[in-house]
């Protein structure tokens, strides 16, 4: 779906790049931003650096060299600089909501009270666990398994996590109708692997630190004896680990598509009521649920059956105190830092309370705050220039489907009109969400948590016999982020993407499809990447390609994994290049479809030389520095073991692997240099 060297000294550097001239690095200096400039800020690169090397630091060294983590923050990277500057537009917006008066019910209203009760963490600190005390008190008074069936089923309504999850979504053989879907969950830690890798130090010691993390979690909700209970939690975390899949499983869709007739759950998963889950779920009497990962829901149900009912009620006690912290008082927020920011990802501060309020008031109440975002600073041009870039993008991939040379002629035809069936959705929804039901009260931080959850989930049961919303968004528009959703046919680009450095409607052609190009062709490519093939022009799970097309397919894809095998961004971490398979083929071919767009923009003329640099040269350092970013190590072991995508300072290397990239920057040997038979070749 969806990384650094300012110039030290007097000195400048001169360095001949392909065919083009000598450039002497102006010091210090960054492209002035005015319409006709290429918009790229010179004095990140590091001209010294051989781009045959390390084409990152050649583009990015600067950038590196001088852009420290943020104290609250796991990562920096384009995209989340980007996302700083989002979030403080978006913070305008909504105190500006705040402090408007707006009449009760408004979008205003419910965005500026949301934060606002948010931010009061003296009112929140007055009432203790009070808000909580119901959910604790039925959780301790539990006296059977068919209550914490049902249980489970009610926490769908609080969106407290367990191991049983449930989502109203599209049926994958059938994309006109909503189905009920079953799927794994339930664990505190990230997955399976942090559980049951017992070779690797550093998950022993994450592992240790979580146990202390239920243990003072639950000497602040008043249990005793904690450490005995976080031991016997633990254990039941591991057994449920034990059942997991693990995420190269999770990537094969076709194994997701298992539908059972409710009244069969139990004969293939028993030890679990059922059907009180279902009922407390509110999606009794449906005709069939999906179950996901059948054998992990089985070992889970199992697992129900034969631990003892105590060691499930600390769970439960965990899991809701975990999910519910932002807004319960501050020893329940450090906890849960030390532990998901501190330990996990390696983040030394908190983050201001500012920030979290947003994160919140994005995810309860994300297209209200999304409406007054774009109102304000999304102007119409971006929108009516991404749309021509799009449909040069799906030209591009059209002539690649085209000329395809592994693909058998029959195959071809249906993979274009795929295509052609697309449906890009740019910035923001055509209709907004409608959150007229949702009551959002001054003061209450807690209650308009719960109050969201609870609309999302019978938002979410309400489309449960209606027809598939196939213009239905999934992120908000005020996300640095884009995604592609096989069961719709879409692609979609939220408004706060669509600024520099990866797009500016003022900017140079060549920036922009170096930079949204990229991700523009890496959404269209994920459509037909080794799981996104799995599906058809009506966004089915359908097998449309011949098997000599998988076979050839797959040969191509197999050198891709190896290729990625070979990094090891830290000792003993290597990137898993199965996993993370779908998104390097989606930023190969993205590459080669954005470069080929950037042709069809330029109508047959040749492109300017501006600041010493040729058109292919500028679209190639723009797509360098999107992928501008640096880890704290423990966030970076996270996402190497968790992640599907492979680090973002490392995908700019996909340029080894194409051939105009070579003739730009007169490649001819270095760390980056493929003979062109080693080049791996998709689409």
Known sequence: MIVRLLLGGAATVGIAIGTGPVWSAPQNQAVSPKKGAWHFDLSAMDPAANPG???????NGGWDKNTPIPPDKQAVSSFSQLQDKVNEQVRTVVQEAAKSKAPKGSVKQKVGDYFTSFMDEAAIEAKGLAPLQADLDQIRTLSNKSELARLFGEQEWTDVPRPFGLAVVTDLRDSNRYTVALGQGGLGLPN???????????????????????ANMLRLAGLSDPEARAQRV??????????????????????????????????????????????????????????????????????????????????????????????LPKAFVNQSFDMYGKTLSGVPQLEERWKRALSSSNQMLGQAVGQLYVERYFPPESKAKMDRLVRNLIAAMDTRLAKLEWMAPETKVKARAKLAAFNPMIGYPDKWRDYSALEIRPGDAFGNVRRAARFEHQRNLNRLGRPVDRNEWFMNPQLVNAYANPTLNQIVFPAAHLQPPFFDPDADEAVNYGGIGIGIGHEISHHFDDQGRKFDAKGRLADWWTPADLERFQKRADGLVKQYNEYEPLP??????????????????????????????????PAPVISGFTGDQRFFLGFAQVWRAKYREAALQQQLKAGTHTPIHLRSNTLRNFDPWYAAFNIKDGALYLPPEQRVRIW
């Open 53 to 59: 090397d390390s084409f990152f630091r050649y583009a």
């Open 192 to 214: 399976r692997d942090f559980y049951l890798d017992e070779a690797n130090p550093r998950f022993a010691q994450v592992r240790a630190k979580y146990q202390d993390y239920a």
């Open 234 to 327: 633990m254990d039941l975390e591991k057994k449920l680990a034990r059942t997991h899949w693990s995420p190269l499983e999770l990537r094969q869709i076709e194994k997701a598509d298992n539908p059972m007739r409710p009244a069969d759950l139990a004969l293939n998963m028993p030890g679990m009521d059922w059907g009180a889950f279902l009922q407390a779920a509110g999606v009794s009497g449906q005709s069939s649920v999906n179950v996901g990962q059948p054998s992990a829901l089985a070992g889970a149900a199992k697992l129900v059956d034969s631990e003892p009912l105590d060691v499930w009620k600390d769970y439960l006690t965990l899991r809701t105190l975990s999910q519910y912290a932002s807004v």
């Open 572 to 605: 003993g971490y290597k990137v898993n290049g199965a996993q993370a398979l779908g998104e390097n083929i989606a930023d190969l071919a993205g590459l080669a479809i954005a470069y080929d767009a950037y042709k069809i923009a330029l109508g047959g003329k």
